[in-house]
């Protein structure tokens, strides 16, 4: 056989076969090259053969799956698709997927019960015919976040940089990934080197209640987390900043971000996804607490680039105080749709901040603008 994103070519002895494909990837022709001769395939909407040539010849069918035809059944890879029924013969394991359709929270459903718009290459994956996934984003992250929550298991998630080498977890360097905390973060510690003489140092404590990087209803770990829960711990800044005689400022710095992973009924989908779960009968929803810890050394040359060696470098080394205006289209709309949401309750990032400021003197110079 040869593949390209579906069975293409066959050959079978000295004979050569090419297949043709409708628009979900099911083989509806086999044609023999340099002959006449060819096998036409046909099924109806969930797959069930009705010209009872499924099998003959080659075993691809419906949407490309490969037919058993002891069983009568089609291998989607992850399970056993049964046509004559329009089910999965089997539970899908990655139930997540499920939960960010609520309308599909049977484990047995195929392609929710819709497969003249979906196929479901792997069972365990949907998808429409042109690719798009709901028009859903999701990352790893989101998804260990939300089938946590699902198997209802209580235990909490909590990360800590390896303990002899300091190096950060996944988690950790997921959170510095995002542009929108990194400009929060930098609002923040990046003015405190200010404060500092050359030859100098300070301590540093700093303890933000609610600190909110996105909003949103897809299954990504920054839109799960979307703000720290001041109940157990919210977002807390710690360590020293020192700066040298050539005025050189290194900030070492621990930052931990805490949380309670619950549904947020500001939006509807969490209602119905909550529900959906509590309802099923097959998952145990419980919410839980994340912390993550994770350390950072940044370092901010006071001539940086006039030699090759002096760079600066860290989480927090390109900072500046106009982030916000340069963030990408994606980010720009994710940081605008949070800052909405926040305004509501009267705590914009620029107010917040500059409560910040004003109520830690001994950290800060002349920095609200």
């Not at 365990?124 to 798009?132: E, I, L």
């Not at 929060?184 to 600190?211: A, F, Q, R, W, Y």
Request: with cysteine.
């Amino acid at each position: 056989y040869v593949w390209d994103f579906n069975v293409a070519y066959m050959e079978e002895g000295e004979k050569e076969f090419t297949y043709l494909q409708d628009e979900l990837g099911s083989t509806i022709r086999l044609l023999e090259q340099g002959g006449e001769s060819q096998t036409i395939y046909g099924y109806d909407e969930f797959g069930e053969d009705i010209y009872c040539t499924q099998g003959q010849i080659q075993p691809f069918g419906y949407t490309g799956y490969r037919y058993d035809n002891i069983a009568d059944t089609y291998f989607a890879q992850a399970r056993e698709y049964v046509p004559g029924v329009g089910r999965f013969a089997g539970e899908d394991k990655d139930w997540f997927i499920k939960f960010q359709s609520p309308e599909s929270i049977n484990l047995y459903t195929y392609c929710v019960s819709n497969p003249l718009i979906y196929v479901d290459k792997t069972g365990f994956d949907f998808r429409s015919t042109v690719g798009d996934y709901f028009g859903k984003e999701k990352d790893i992250f989101g998804l260990m976040i939300g089938e946590h929550w699902m198997v209802g298991t209580g235990k909490d998630i909590v990360e800590f940089p390896t303990m002899y080498t300091g190096e950060n977890g996944p988690w950790g360097q997921y959170m510095m990934k995002n542009p929108i905390l990194t400009g929060k973060v930098g609002d923040l510690v990046i003015p405190i080197g200010n404060k500092v003489k050359p030859g100098g140092s300070i301590d540093v404590t700093l303890e933000i209640p609610h600190m909110v990087i996105e909003n949103g209803e897809n299954a990504v770990g920054y839109q799960f987390l979307h703000g720290t829960n001041e109940k157990v711990g919210g977002f807390k800044i710690s360590g020293n900043i020192s700066k040298s005689k050539k005025g050189d400022i290194t900030y070492m710095m621990t930052y931990a971000w805490n949380d309670i992973i619950d549904p947020n009924f500001m939006y509807a989908t969490d209602i119905e996804k909550s529900n959906s779960a509590k309802e099923n009968g097959f998952f145990t929803p419980k919410d839980y607490e994340i912390h993550l810890t994770w350390y950072d050394t940044t370092i901010i040359r006071e001539r940086e680039g006039e030699m090759f060696w002096q760079k600066n470098s860290g989480w927090l080394r390109n900072w500046n105080k106009d982030w916000d205006s340069k963030l990408s289209g994606e980010y720009k709309v994710k940081y605008n749709d949070s800052e909405n949401e926040q305004a509501i309750i009267g705590v914009r990032w620029e107010k917040l901040r500059n409560q910040i400021y004003s109520s830690h003197p001994m950290y800060y110079c002349n920095t609200i603008d």
